[in-house]
């Protein structure tokens, strides 16, 4: 579906914050899975959710990383459509390796044909900010969002009083600079989940922080006087998984595999691994590593599953791993010590995520099924009256959330 102005509640003014927290609220309500149930009580987010429009859960892209899935939530496009396929910058020829971080800073990385929403609404007369998103410092086009803040190289994502200051931050440029359209990210829970796993206290302790920052924000919303105009989603990149200990990957100790076949590897990051075997070793390790580990999955990149919509890309090397939920994949030397991991399965219940919405376009108090995250982009377009860029997604899928135009509302 296209841009219909139509449809839209408030026609005029129209304001606009996605806010995407890093990694999941675990799922209270999925079926099945009681084993996850978290002992936390989140009132503000039941609250938005009786005041708007909860999914059941939201499918995250696979694979489901950070920066990767956010990319997915600002384009609506699958991995291997936006290339952004890894978390880390690398070059297979150099060898060279880059983290999360120093990533952000690369355009070329993020800047590969898709044009995130940012830039695309300022193309058509909008004004966008970003704080802490994934993709913000890079340039599209030559074009980047409009009011920024990147946070610097070492950063407490999990501040509480500096969650409120970005929230007041994002509330002055929503009246004082007029913007249109702000995302905002904050790195938790996923940093506590990594650290001490989905299920510790400290991970509950920083859920229950996050659904009193959400208590901050739409009381802050309120006070602003943007209640009637703003629309508020709040969802995530992925889930989070307890890593098991036993029975571990460990790429080093499989029977005739050897590192001297290899001209270039990205492991050690959770369940995913990339490989360029020497010239002529491909079918060698291939075969080997294919039964290496009853949890282990290993592909020729044509072969792997057309489900994850990851392989189809020019970043690809030749071989692709990953593995079972629970599961981490170890190269030349044990260096993931992390309790909590997500990259995983994005079928896996455990790496699905929320979504929450509330304000003037969206109904009261209902409930909809699971749906795709590729869908975000289409509805981000649809409250802000823009045309979308091609994407893998529908607005047909989120349609239903959104109240029906009035007379004397739409624009039309
Ligand atoms: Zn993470």
């Known amino acids: 579906m296209g841009h219909q102005a139509g449809q839209m509640l408030l026609p005029l003014g129209l304001l606009f914050a996605a806010l995407s927290l890093g990694s999941c609220i675990p799922l209270q309500r999925a079926p099945g899975r009681s084993k996850l149930l978290l002992d936390v009580d989140t009132p503000n987010l039941d609250t938005m959710a009786a005041d708007g429009v909860k999914a059941k859960y939201m499918s995250p892209a696979f694979i489901t990383l950070t920066s990767p899935c956010h990319f997915t939530l600002l384009t609506g496009r699958y991995l291997e459509n936006h290339g952004v396929i890894h978390n880390m910058w690398f070059d297979t020829k150099t060898g060279v390796k880059l983290p999360y971080y120093t990533t952000q800073g690369i355009s070329s990385w993020w800047d590969n044909g898709s044009l995130p929403i940012w830039i695309t609404a300022q193309r058509q007369g909008l004004k966008t900010g970003s704080i802490h998103f994934p993709g913000t410092k890079a340039k599209y086009q030559k074009e980047e969002v ?82 009637s105009k703003l629309n508020l989603i709040i969802t995530s990149d992925h889930g989070m998984e307890t890593v098991l200990k036993t029975d571990e990957i460990h790429l080093r100790t499989v029977s005739n595999f050897t590192f001297k076949d290899i001209d270039f590897e990205l492991l050690d990051y959770g369940p995913n691994g990339l490989l360029v075997p020497k010239e002529g070793k491909l079918e060698h390790v291939y075969s080997v590593l294919k039964s290496a580990h009853p949890k282990l999955h290993v592909y020729k990149k044509e072969e792997f599953p057309k489900r994850f919509h990851y392989a189809n890309h020019s970043r690809i090397t030749p071989l692709l791993l990953y593995s079972d939920p629970g599961y981490v994949i170890h190269g030349r030397y044990k260096v993931q010590f992390n309790k909590g991991e997500h990259g995983f399965d994005n079928e896996a219940m455990n790496m699905k995520t929320i979504f929450r919405a509330v304000g003037p376009a969206f109904k009261k108090g209902l409930e909809v099924e699971p749906f795709e995250s590729v869908n975000v982009y289409a509805l981000l377009c649809e409250l802000l009256s823009i045309t979308p860029e091609p994407h893998d997604g529908s607005l047909e899928v989120t349609k239903p959330m959104l109240r029906e135009p009035t007379d004397g509302h739409g624009l039309g």
């Open 146 to 227: 409009y009011k920024k803040l990147v946070e610097p190289a070492l950063f407490n994502y999990s501040n509480e009083t500096n969650w409120r200051q970005s929230i007041d931050t994002v509330m002055e440029w929503f009246t004082a600079d007029n913007l249109d359209f702000i995302t905002l990210y904050f790195g938790e829970p996923d940093s506590s989940g990594h650290k001490f796993g989905p299920e510790s206290t400290q991970r509950k302790n920083m859920i229950a922080q996050v659904d009193r920052t959400v208590g901050y924000l739409r009381q802050r919303i309120r006070e602003s006087g943007l209640e």
